[in-house]
Structure formats: structure tokens, C-alpha cells
């Protein structure tokens, strides 16, 4: 099972709202990442978990809080957003005993839309 | 700094053709990993293949192959026979070992369209 499951796969919210996005994966992977996809542009980073703490924030706005509250799920709390902001945020995980080169596998994404 | 290259924006070719999609990359580090995605319009990136720095072998996968060459910095995949199914987003990525997490540097996409 290489299976990343990411929760809504569509999302429409207003800038004032809050919301949050879900990941799962059983596949025992002790790294987990939050991307971000525009149009026609490859994948950003915007964190990246290792052993269930954050160990890569590349200086993402505070408006996106992320929480790893086990080693299978991963969160991205979504609150005052832009809407710049809109765009697939992507979740993946790897393994970690293959040292860092191991490969990401990828969830399905979820298409947020900023109104 | 590590960098990924794509050149080739966008490539149509016509069903049952071969076509090779480039990447070069640019990094200083003697141990790094090159990879190849695939992102269908359901927005998945789907890993195709990962090589690290000591492995030159060239790989075959089915109607898939990868040519990784160090003398010139380059990871090329070659898609045989092409189908309908191969349209998509192909990204090459190459992962920085120095980071303390899997950091992945993607190239900007070459978008395949397959047209039967």
C-alpha cells in the first residue's frame, strides 16, 4: 500500500474562515511534507515533519499552521487566507531509513480556492 | 545551489512515437538522488523512479527508461510507444542529502500530450 490519503479533495472558503486539511498515511513513514502546487508551476515546500517534528519551515506565512499529531497524520490549519493563497496543497511522506533520498510518495492533493 | 532544468515546456507527439523528456541539474554535493514524477490531471504526483549518484546504470521499465549521465549532468526519460495514458505533467526532482528532511528540487514540468 503506497496510499496517501488527503481530505477535502476540494475546498472553497472565505478569507475571514478557518479550516484545515488532513493527510493519512499507514505506510510507516517517519517524514511527512505540506506543498504547494500553482498552475502550471511545480510543487513548493512548505514544511516538512520528521519524526513527528517540524524540521523544515521555509518561511511560510503564519496563516498556515501545521500539526503532526501522530506519526500517520498530518494537519495544515488554514486561517485568514488570500486569495493568492489559492492553489493544491499537496501532502506526501517518505521513509526515513533509506537516509534523505528516499522517495516521496503523493496524495492526491486538495484544490483550495480563496473567496 | 541545486537546480533542475527542464527545457521542454511542452511536447505533443503522436501516438506510438518515442519521446525523450531532458533534465539537467546543477549540485555540488557528491551523493544526491534524481527522481522522476508523473502528475496526471487528477493532480497526484506519481514517483516513477529514483537513482542515486553512485548508480549510472540506465534503467528500463517497460515502455520506460532512464538514461542518467554524470560526465553531463543529465537524467533523461524516454517514454517507447507512447499511449494516450502517457499525457501529463512530468517532473524531474533531485533531493539535497544536507537538509535535515527529504528537501525536493523539481524542475518546472514538461507537460506530454499524446494525441491519438
Known amino acids: 500500500d503506497t496510499e496517501v490519503t488527503q481530505t477535502p479533495k476540494h475546498l472553497v472558503m472565505g478569507m475571514t474562515n478557518k479550516k484545515s486539511l488532513k493527510c493519512e498515511q499507514h505506510m510507516g513513514h517517519r517524514a511527512m511534507y505540506w506543498y504547494k502546487q500553482k498552475a502550471k508551476k511545480p510543487p513548493e515546500l512548505m514544511f516538512v515533519?520528521?519524526?513527528?517534528?517540524?524540521?523544515i519551515n521555509e518561511s511560510v506565512p503564519s496563516r498556515f499552521s501545521p500539526e503532526c499529531p501522530n506519526s500517520s497524520l498530518l494537519n495544515l490549519h488554514l486561517h485568514a487566507l488570500q486569495p493568492e493563497d489559492s492553489a493544491l496543497y499537496l501532502c506526501a511522506s517518505s521513509r526515513k531509513d533509506r537516509g534523505r533520498g528516499a522517495e516521496a510518495f503523493f496524495g492526491q492533493g486538495t484544490r483550495l480556492t480563496v473567496v | 545551489a541545486q537546480k533542475v532544468t527542464q527545457a521542454q515546456t511542452e511536447i505533443s507527439v503522436v501516438e506510438k512515437e518515442d519521446v525523450t523528456l531532458d533534465c539537467v541539474y546543477e549540485?555540488?554535493?557528491?551523493?544526491?538522488?534524481l527522481f522522476w514524477y508523473k502528475q496526471p490531471p487528477s493532480g497526484e504526483l506519481v514517483f516513477l523512479i529514483r537513482?542515486?549518484?553512485?548508480?549510472?546504470q540506465n534503467e528500463i521499465s517497460g515502455r520506460y527508461s532512464w538514461n542518467f549521465q554524470k560526465s553531463t549532468s543529465s537524467f533523461n526519460f524516454t517514454i517507447t510507444a507512447s499511449q494516450v495514458v502517457d499525457s501529463a505533467v512530468y517532473f524531474c526532482?533531485?533531493?539535497?542529502?544536507?537538509?535535515?528532511?527529504?528537501?525536493?528540487?523539481f524542475g518546472t514540468g514538461t507537460s506530454l500530450t499524446v494525441i491519438p
Open positions: 515533519y520528521s519524526y513527528e517534528k517540524l524540521s
Open positions: 537513482r542515486n549518484s553512485f548508480d549510472e
Open positions: 526532482a533531485l533531493s539535497d542529502p544536507s537538509n535535515t528532511g527529504n528537501q525536493f528540487y
Open positions: 549540485t555540488r554535493d557528491t551523493t544526491y538522488y
